[in-house]
């Protein structure tokens, strides 16, 4: 058995740096240390899709000899960072939780690897997700199940199942994600973890995601403070994008502990359209905006005026499966999840004119509600799912789960919180805000006007510090 070292799973970023400077630690020790609790922990959270110990240590190594001379290309150079699986590091493969995917190494790396690589970071294995981040649950033919660190018969939440796991579970600091409908956010509330997806284009992308302008990069950590490093590390032009920002990357670090004296700040427990929320969370995110209003914001509680707009993600998205599919044979879907390969066939069926419909004319109305709103409020806060996790392996909660006698038909309609600002293309962020009676994490979403990461970054970082959330044990990471 590998020996555990729970001084270096707690450091935080910051202080992994500082120790790395001091020579009170090296990155190769807590590269070691991160790669044994990934391994030991794979019977029983299985997170990591692949893990290439000799490539991992030698980027450690490189690390240790540049903090040596003196010579960090970043001030966290050395710190760990995961990959989820659908995106592209050099010389692994890029298999998005699919068994149909060509298993050869890609040649390049995607924009935010390379920046990764850029900072010095050490880049621990790819994560697990389901077959092409279709649903936000945490199970793909490829791997299996990846279980909830704070109870195993539960989904860790997905699409970037495993990074948020590992987040939980200490094991790096960084994980990079992304967020279709929710993919970052969802799991990063089911593991009582923080996270971020930012304005569309802030965090370049590729290649391009079948998914569009609906699809967004962006950082889990068990912190603010170390969301707010990372998509400093991720944020910025790249040629590669022609819709990432031309503008240079701002440090999010700057400003962040400012608070949220005299925001403005809108509370909807329920959208205006969500009819079922487990009365645990609707209290616990009542109880966060008090906390906000005690800290001299103001709180108003009101909806914005929009209409579901799960509805016109899903076409946008059924006709990216469509064209994600549309190379494969009918026997290779036979080895996909079945739940995608539908999305696919209702994707194929869909015409030119729908798809411009969901594209410009539904999604225009909604973005230009949410712009007037926002004309009025600085943030909006709302649970970010309507209840904790749910059983692991179910594509809904079963009858009677949070005391509804259904939750169907579709995935969306008990994730309804998060694909709103997908469509709207605004920062939209996760806090942990306290446990169910079950003992899981619930989460508190924080949304943003665009380009005002900056802000949602404050007030998550605001609620951290007046309501420090308890962490999964750490053991868990020694099964």
């Not at 609790?37 to 990591?48: I, M, P, T």
């Not at 899981?440 to 802000?455: D, F, M, N, S, Y």
Request: with cysteine; proline share 9%; net charge negative.
């Amino acid at each position: 058995m590998p020996i555990y070292s729970t001084a270096i799973s707690e450091l935080d970023a910051f202080a992994l740096a500082d120790a790395f400077r001091r020579r009170t630690l090296s990155p190769v020790e807590a590269a070691k240390d991160a790669l044994d609790r990934a391994e030991a922990s794979q019977e029983s959270v299985n997170a990591f899709a692949l893990i290439d110990r000799e490539r991992t240590l030698a980027w450690a190594r490189e690390s240790e000899a540049r903090w040596a001379k003196g010579e960090p290309l970043s001030p966290v150079d050395g710190v760990g960072v995961t990959v989820k699986d659908n995106m592209a590091v050099a010389g692994w493969p890029s298999l998005k939780g699919s068994k149909v995917v060509p298993r050869d190494p890609v040649t390049f790396d995607a924009p935010v690897t390379a920046r990764c690589k850029d900072a010095g970071l050490v880049i621990l294995g790819t994560t697990t997700m389901p077959e092409f981040g279709w649903i936000g649950l945490s199970s793909s033919p490829l791997t299996g199940h990846t279980r909830n660190p704070w109870n195993p018969a539960r989904t860790a939440g997905g699409s970037t199942s495993g990074g948020a796991a590992a987040a939980a579970l200490g094991i790096g600091r960084f994980h990079l994600g992304s967020d279709g409908l929710g993919s970052i956010r969802i799991p990063a509330a089911y593991c009582g973890v923080a996270g971020i997806k930012a304005t569309y284009g802030r965090v370049p992308a590729y290649p391009i995601s079948v998914m569009g302008e609906l699809a967004h990069l962006g950082p889990i950590a068990r912190d603010v403070r170390e969301v707010a490093a990372l998509l400093t590390i991720l944020s910025g032009p790249d040629a590669r994008d022609p819709m990432a920002w031309n503008t240079p990357a701002p440090d999010y670090g700057i400003g962040l502990d400012e608070g949220v004296r005299r925001l403005r700040i809108a509370y909807s427990p329920r959208l205006g359209f969500v009819k079922k929320l487990d009365p645990q969370v609707e209290r616990a995110v009542a109880a966060a905006a008090a906390t906000f209003a005690s800290m001299g914001a103001i709180v108003e509680e009101v909806d914005p005026p929009i209409e579901d707009p799960a509805p016109i993600a899903w076409d946008i998205w059924n006709a990216g499966a469509a064209l994600a599919l549309s190379s494969f044979s009918d026997e290779q879907r036979k080895q996909m999840d079945p739940g995608l390969v539908a999305c696919a066939e209702t994707g194929s069926r869909f015409s030119a004119a729908q798809l411009i419909d969901a594209l410009l004319y539904r999604r225009t109305k909604t973005v230009i509600a949410m712009a007037e709103f926002f004309t009025r409020y600085d943030l909006l806060i709302t649970p970010t799912m309507p209840t904790g996790a749910i059983p692991l392996g179910a594509d809904l909660p079963p009858p009677g789960f949070a005391g509804e006698e259904s939750w169907g038909p579709l995935w969306t309609d008990w994730c309804p919180y998060t694909p709103p600002f997908n469509v709207t293309q605004q920062p939209a962020g996760t806090v942990p805000c306290g446990l169910d009676g079950d003992g899981l994490p619930i989460g508190l979403q924080i949304v943003g006007w665009k380009r005002q990461e900056a802000t949602v970054l404050r007030a998550m970082r605001a609620f951290e510090s007046e309501r420090p959330f308890a962490r999964v044990p750490l053991s868990h990471a020694r099964a």
